[in-house]
């Protein structure tokens, strides 16, 4: 199965053609709304790639995966957080900012928004 590296928006009536997004614009988007977030030190391409993959099979760039499956658009962020700040508050205020700025730039609403804190800094 190929996968598509564009999402489509729906078309209305009124439009002329389609718009098509490329993942690399939520990559971005989700990727900036992650390092707005107090508590987070910095993305997954802070550690070595290799021990990323050690952990996970797949390639994680930049510290986002996103990916568009039968329920809609999946984001994945991988985090190193600061010490001291609550790990559930601070991952639940990631998705939230996600959340709005991927539906505020693109009226695209993610079906899923995971993050994985893979380490704490002292």
Partial sequence: ???????????TS???????????VFRVIA???TMEVEG???MLDGVSQNIADSFNQKKHRHGVEVEFDENGLVIDVYVSLK???AINAVAEKIQ???HQMVYHMTA???AEIYVHVVNIEF
Avoid: F
């Avoid at 996968?3 to 729906?10: A, D, E, G």
């Avoid at 439009?15 to 690399?24: E, K, P, V």
């Fill in 14 to 24: 009124n439009a002329i053609g389609s718009t098509l997004i490329h993942t690399n």
């Fill in 83 to 85: 010490a001291g700040h």
């Fill in 96 to 98: 939230s900012n996600i």
């Fill in 108 to 110: 695209v609403k993610p």
């Fill in 1 to 11: 199965m190929a996968v598509s590296k564009y999402y489509q928006i729906s078309e």
């Fill in 40 to 42: 987070v030190a910095r």
């Fill in 31 to 33: 990727h900036n709304a």
